[in-house]
């Protein structure tokens, strides 16, 4: 598996911006998927993450991102809305292949659970 994330960029407060990752050779059936970041001098958290049945969002950015995928496409996005200085971070699409699937799992494997990593993409928000 392979991920790619774009979409990244310089937006003011309040503002919006909609993330990309493609993942190839990737199977929504036997994998989790899902958003990760980190910010300066914080450590990497897990936002929001999807399976073929669940979807988890970190307290922080419910109501204000939605995780949604593409099978098609085998691409997730990550719409982000209503954008504040402390999103700014790189994030970083991430993946993990899966033997089962419930919602406890993929919320913590959402906060420390995925091997696959992108390169990340660099969203600033600007005050």
């Known amino acids: 598996v392979q991920l790619v994330e774009s979409g990244g960029g310089l937006v003011q407060a309040g503002g919006s911006l909609r993330l990309s990752c493609v993942a190839s050779?990737?199977?929504?059936?036997?994998?989790?998927i899902g958003w990760f970041r980190q910010a300066p001098g914080k450590e990497r958290e897990g936002i929001s993450c999807i399976s073929s049945t669940y979807t988890y969002y970190k307290e922080s950015v419910k109501g204000r991102f939605t995780i949604s995928s593409d099978n098609a496409k085998n691409t997730v996005y990550l719409q982000m809305n209503n954008l504040e200085p402390e999103d700014t971070a790189v994030y970083y699409c991430?993946?993990?292949?899966?033997?089962?699937?419930?919602?406890?799992?993929?919320?913590?494997?959402?906060?420390?659970?995925?091997?696959?990593w992108g390169e990340g993409t660099l969203v600033t928000v600007s005050s």
């Open positions: 991430a993946a993990t292949k899966i033997y089962y699937s419930d919602y406890n799992l993929l919320a913590s494997t959402c906060r420390h659970g995925m091997d696959i």
């Open positions: 050779e990737f199977s929504f059936n036997d994998h989790f």
